[in-house]
C-alpha cells in the first residue's frame, strides 16, 4: 500500500502564495510519478502539475491554468512533492489532490494515478 499525505493548505488573499507539500510513505518504490488535481464545488476534476519523482532527470508538466504560476518540485530524500503556488486567484479555490501513479512521465489523466490523499482546501480571497 502507498499512503499520501497532504498538508500546507489554507486561507490566502489574491496575489498571495502557499506551498502544498505531499509526503509519500508505504511501498512507494514504483510511485515513479506525482501529481496534483484539484476540484473546485461544481466542476469537474482539474489537472493542476506533475512531476517525474524517481529517477536522475525531473521531468515536469502543468495546467495551462497554473503555467507560469504554480510550480512543482520534490526531495527523494524525504519522499515528498511540493507544489509552490504563486500570485493565486480566487479561481484556484479549490480542494488540491496529490496522486501518484506507476506511470514514468508525467500524465494529466486522473485514471492513469493509482494512489490518492485525502484532499486540502485552498480557499483565496477576493
Known amino acids: 500500500q502507498v499512503q499520501l499525505v497532504e498538508s500546507g493548505g489554507g486561507l490566502v488573499q489574491a496575489g498571495g502564495s502557499l506551498r502544498l507539500s505531499c509526503a509519500a510513505s508505504?511501498?512507494?518504490?514504483?510511485?515513479?510519478?506525482m501529481g496534483w488535481f484539484r476540484q473546485a464545488p461544481g466542476k469537474e476534476d482539474d489537472f493542476v502539475a506533475a512531476?517525474?519523482?524517481?529517477?536522475?532527470?525531473?521531468?515536469?508538466d502543468y495546467g495551462d491554468s497554473v503555467k507560469g504560476r504554480f510550480s512543482i518540485s520534490r526531495d527523494n530524500v524525504k519522499n515528498t512533492v511540493y507544489l509552490q503556488m504563486n500570485s493565486l486567484k480566487p479561481e484556484d479555490t479549490a480542494v488540491y489532490y496529490c496522486?501518484?501513479?506507476?506511470?514514468?512521465?508525467?500524465?494529466?489523466?486522473?485514471?492513469?494515478?493509482?494512489?490518492w490523499g485525502q484532499g486540502t482546501q485552498v480557499t483565496v480571497s477576493s
Open positions: 508505504g511501498r512507494s518504490a514504483n510511485v515513479y510519478t
Open positions: 496522486a501518484g501513479t506507476s506511470r514514468i512521465m508525467p500524465v494529466r489523466t486522473k485514471s492513469e494515478y493509482d494512489y
Open positions: 512531476i517525474r519523482r524517481a529517477g536522475a532527470f525531473s521531468s515536469t
